[in-house]
């Protein structure tokens, strides 16, 4: 989960490694550092805390001779997050330098031969070990590319890796094994970097590394080999058609913000090429190959996992295709029942969540096919995919996620149309009012979202003392009350908890005093009157209530809050980004920070 960016070329180093760490900040954010060489030396300056601790020390330096070197920002797994654990990591000889993002499984026992053979460990990381390996290796008398190669073949677990050495100064030298890395492919320079963003101001053209590949590259050239065996492989440079403004605040206090008010452009996005109203057809080309599945296991972990939960009740409902959920962390760790005939769905914005591509290779071994939902073109789990449905949401930045869930509920209505036209399930005339109302969607959406963030501050304000909430919902919007709930403690730190409404006679309603609020999704729906039911027993126990429903549900509760109705559950588009401006606002009343919330990172590409 951590931010990675090499760079070789024209331009003085440092500057075009900072810039890029600034924009892989929301990968990690414990520390921070950078490795260059200079004048026939290695130097390595670090820094604990947020980048800015790291440019203040840079700042105090002469930097601006090296044309070569690496950065990271470090999300901690092994050692505390303090200066002596951030990266990069160097040998003792200061030879080499490596930064490192996943986990080396076996580095206690690759730590214990080194410190046996004399050599001195001054962090607690497992990253260390790296730099310690590869440099035994090159003291055999072998070059770096070959003693890499034999240092990936000693360690287990996950890397993408970085290495810069005094015996080839210019040069870089890189590897993945599930954990992102691209090369940037630029005139004049070349980049290794986590994630597109990092080198986006300077090129668009980018070459997506496989599992098992090493690469080097300086300012003219790059080569990419297979790891184990250093033969060539040859690549495919791809162009990414988006540019550095999608990735920038544009204006918004937050990315978070921002990504909530681009969901209208989102919906719309990704119907583009894909809606057909009139024939009430979802066109979804990429499904062709595949047969209508007889069972969906829907695989995902978070603000994925809910979006899949809300999927199962579409799927089930307009393609009438038997669907379960699994945590993905869970999935891979037991023994599923795969038969013959079922599709996996793997759901992930980034395509780089570990959990879900283990999710992806137990499905494939046991001869499912997987359908591939995410969001980054060329990511992992599109190229281990049967069938990719790219949900094209455009770079998400905050490390909260946003619009990528809306996007997602837009690609599985889709999806359940499509399936829901193949199976007979789903009437041609409830698919057409279905795409219509999709298709209304980012108008209305539009229109409203300024109304919503108006109330969203109003009503933080109110509860801003809560220290617990309950969120309930019922049907379809259970996972969203999962969401909401997930969403207010990801980036407020208040303790929150998302219930199925007809539940919390089973517990949660002991809970409810004055000062434990309950926010309810009440759609004006055929379970409202369950919803207000739940909600009256509530109030009997003195609980606030603020309840996001529909115009015409005359609920009498301390907060009403109401939202355009839509066709059927579609109307989680509009009360999604609702609870999520009601978090938002909450966490910047409270003075948190929105975009990178303490111990949390975007892509979580380890255990």
Not at 30 to 35: F, M, N, P, T
Not at 255 to 274: S, T, Y
Not at 311 to 319: C, D, K, N, S, T
């Amino acid at each position: 989960m951590c931010g990675i960016i090499g760079y070789c070329g024209h331009r003085p180093a440092v500057p075009v490694i900072l810039e890029g760490l600034r924009r892989l900040e929301y990968r990690g954010y414990d520390s921070a550092g950078v490795a260059f060489l200079q004048q026939g030396a290695l130097h390595v300056v670090r820094a604990e805390g947020k980048l800015a601790n790291l440019e203040r020390r840079l700042g105090e330096q002469n930097v601006f001779l090296a044309t070569s070197g690496i950065g990271h920002t470090r999300w901690a797994t092994h050692g505390l997050p303090v200066e002596k654990n951030a990266h990069p990591h160097t040998d003792a000889a200061r030879r080499l330098a490596v930064i490192h993002n996943g986990i080396i499984e076996n580095f206690q026992e690759i730590k214990n031969g080194l410190q046996a053979c004399g050599c001195v460990f001054a962090s607690d990381t497992d990253t260390e070990v790296l730099a310690h390996l590869l440099a035994s290796f090159m003291d055999q008398g072998l070059g770096i590319e070959k003693a890499l190669s034999r240092t990936l073949d000693r360690v287990e677990g996950t890397y993408a890796l970085v290495v810069v050495c005094l015996d080839e100064p210019g040069v870089l030298y890189a590897a993945r094994k599930s954990s992102p890395l691209v090369l940037g492919v630029g005139v004049g320079e070349n980049f290794l970097a986590s994630d597109i963003p990092a080198f986006l101001p300077y090129t668009r053209d980018v070459v997506f590394l496989e599992d098992g590949e090493m690469v080097r590259i300086d300012a003219a050239s790059w080569r990419v080999m297979d790891a184990a065996t250093l033969a060539p492989v040859d690549k495919d440079v791809r162009r990414i058609t988006w540019d550095v403004a999608a990735a920038q605040k544009g204006g918004y206090k937050h990315f978070m913000l921002k990504e909530i008010f681009e969901q209208p452009k989102v919906i719309a996005d990704c119907m583009a090429g894909r809606v057909d109203v009139a024939a009430g057809r979802a066109i979804l080309p990429e499904l062709a190959a595949l047969p209508r599945p007889e069972r969906l296991f829907i695989v995902a972990c978070g603000t994925s996992f809910h979006a899949g939960l809300w999927g199962m009740y579409v799927l089930e409902r307009w393609a009438g295709v038997p669907t379960r959920v699994e945590i993905a962390s869970e999935f891979r760790y037991r023994d599923p029942i795969l038969l013959p005939g079922d599709v996996v769905v793997a759901i992930s914005q980034s395509g780089e969540t570990a959990d879900t591509l283990a999710g992806v290779r137990l499905a494939r071994e046991r001869g499912a096919k997987v359908i591939g939902l995410c969001n980054v073109v060329g990511s992992s789990l599109a190229r281990e995919s049967d069938v990719v449905f790219y949900t094209q949401a455009g770079p998400e930045i905050s490390v909260a996620s946003t619009k990528a869930m809306c996007s997602q509920l837009t690609a599985l209505t889709l999806l359940a149309v499509h399936l829901g036209e193949v199976g007979g399930r789903m009437s041609r005339q409830d698919r057409m009012d279905c795409l219509h109302g999709l298709c209304r969607l980012p108008g209305i959406l539009e229109a409203e979202l300024p109304g919503m963030r108006e109330r969203a501050c109003l009503l933080a304000k109110a509860h801003s003392e809560a220290t617990s909430f309950l969120y309930l919902g019922r049907g379809p919007y259970y996972p969203l009350a999962l969401e909401g709930a997930l969403k207010l403690k990801e980036i407020s730190y208040i303790h929150a908890e998302g219930y199925a409404a007809g539940e919390m006679k089973h517990g949660p309603i002991a809970l409810i005093d004055p000062r434990f609020p309950t926010f309810a999704l009440a759609p004006v729906d055929e379970l409202f009157p369950k919803v207000k039911s739940n909600l009256e027993e509530v109030q009997a126990r003195g609980g606030r209530i603020i309840a996001l429903t529909n115009p015409g549900g005359d609920l009498r509760v301390d907060d009403v809050w109401e939202v355009p109705r839509s066709f059927g559950p579609l109307s989680a588009f509009l009360m999604l980004p609702a609870l999520q401006l009601f978090a938002y606002e909450m966490a910047d009343y409270l003075g948190k920070d929105v975009d990178q919330p303490r111990n949390l990172a975007k892509s979580v590409t380890v255990e």
